[in-house]
C-alpha cells in the first residue's frame, strides 16, 4: 500500500519548509492542499513557493488557476488523487482542513448537480430559496442555494447524503504530521511574512490581479480586500498592514482550532527542528 505524508499546520507555521526537507529525505513530491495556492496570480500574496525555494523538488496543484476560476473540495480532490497515483513518494502539504479530511477520511457522496438546476436556484431570491429547502438549518445564502440544488436535483435534501459515511477515494496509509506552533509565534511569523511580501511586490501583484477584474477564489486570499482598499486609497498604508496581519493572524487561529479537533491521530510537532523519519 502507498504510503502519502500529510503537512498540516496554520499558515506561517512552516510547512513548506518541512516538506522540502522531508521530500530530500524520501525522494518525495509534494502536492499542494491550499485552496489559495492552486491561483496563479498572486503567488507572493498567497505565499507560494517560489522557484528557488523549491529547491528542484517537483511541485503539483500550485499556480494552476486563473482569476475567474473558482476550486472546490471535490474538484481538488479528483485532481489532487491523480497526481498521488502518478508519484512514488508523495507528500501532500497545506493548511485548508476540508482538503485533508476529504483526502485522508473520504468525502459524503453528494451527487453532481447540472447547470440548468444551478443557474435556476442562482436566479431566485433568497427568500424563495429558504421557503423551498428541506432540513436546512443554514443562513448562509451560498449554503441554502446549494442545498435546495441538491434536493432538487435529488429528491432528497442535502442533511441525508451529509450523514451517510464518506467515502475514500484512494487506497493508501497516510501519516499526517501537524505543526501546531505557539499562538504567540504564530502571530509574530504572520506580521513578519506579511511585511516581507510587501517588500517582494505583493501590492503591484494585487493591483495587477484587480486590472483583470477578478471573481474567482483568488480574491479571497488573506491581504487581497485590505491592499484593495489600500489602492483605492480608502485606507493608509499603515492601517492596511494592520488590518491584514489581523487578518492573517485570526485565519491562523481559525486554522489551528480546526485541525486540533478535526485531524485524527496527527504526530504533532511543534517546530519543523522537531520532526525525523
Known sequence: MKKIYVIAGSTASGKSNLAIKLAKSINGEIVNADSIQVYKDIPILTARPSTDEEQGIPHHLYGYLDE????????????????????DAPIVV?????????????????P?????????????????VKAKVLECNAT??????????????????????????????IDAEFEIIWINRPREEIRSRCKKRFLQMLKMGAIQQVKELNSLSPT??????IGFKEITS?????????????????????????????????????KIIHNIL????
Open 230 to 266: 489600500y489602492l483605492k486609497q480608502e485606507i493608509s498604508y499603515e492601517k492596511m498592514i494592520d488590518l491584514a496581519v489581523i487578518a492573517t493572524c485570526q485565519y491562523a487561529k481559525r486554522q489551528q482550532t480546526w485541525f486540533k479537533h478535526q485531524l485524527k491521530y496527527p
Open 140 to 169: 448562509d445564502p451560498q449554503r441554502l442555494r446549494r442545498a435546495l440544488e441538491v434536493q432538487l436535483t435529488t429528491g432528497k435534501p442535502l442533511k441525508y447524503f451529509q450523514t451517510q459515511p464518506p467515502v475514500r477515494k
Open 68 to 87: 475567474h476560476a473558482t476550486c472546490s473540495v471535490t474538484k481538488w480532490l479528483e485532481q489532487a488523487i491523480t497526481k498521488l497515483n502518478q508519484i
Open 112 to 128: 453532481d448537480v447540472d447547470l440548468s438546476v444551478r443557474e435556476y436556484v442562482r436566479s431566485m431570491p433568497i427568500e424563495e
Open 274 to 277: 522537531d520532526f525525523n523519519i
Open 94 to 110: 497545506g493548511g485548508t482542513g476540508l482538503y485533508i479530511k476529504a483526502l485522508t477520511e473520504g468525502l459524503n457522496n453528494i
Open 216 to 221: 474567482g477564489g483568488v480574491t479571497k486570499a
